[in-house]
């Protein structure tokens, strides 16, 4: 029989991918709303159709950047590690909705939830799947 054990050391190393993954995302989802909403109070173009895209925009861009950036420390298991990230990042926004009192839970928020689980393992893809750089001597 193995026995197992299980130091923080270890947990640590098993999370810190996602940690940094997903504090990633939310730091690029955060300055994508902050200057799209500083570009659109700048021009006074409210429209509505315009800020659920650019919404839907940020948070895919995020999504993709935290799998990416998840898979490249993790460098493994890509699809599985960006998926998490856009979980998890969904978990976040999804929550921030609520306890705001803008969101509400509608079939547009399981296809957020598909988009950023999709897009999240399509960045770890890419992420595992990135060549290292050739160093030249």
Do not use: W
């Amino acid at each position: 029989m193995h026995s197992y054990t299980i130091s923080l050391k270890n947990i640590i190393s098993l999370v810190r991918p996602y940690i940094f993954g997903v504090m990633a995302a939310a730091i690029i989802n955060i300055i994508i709303i902050a200057l799209s909403a500083l570009l659109l109070s700048s021009s006074k173009i409210f429209s509505q159709e315009m800020i659920l895209g650019i919404v839907i925009a940020a948070d895919i861009i995020s999504a993709f950047s935290g799998g990416y950036i998840a898979a490249r420390i993790k460098k493994e298991k890509g699809i599985i590690c960006g998926a998490v990230v856009g979980g998890i990042l969904f978990l976040i926004v999804i929550t921030g909705g609520l306890i705001s009192g803008c969101e509400e839970v509608t079939f547009r928020t399981l296809i957020s939830f598909g988009v950023l689980l999709i897009f999240g393992a399509l960045g770890g893809i890419k992420g595992v799947n990135r060549k290292s750089r050739i160093k030249v001597k």
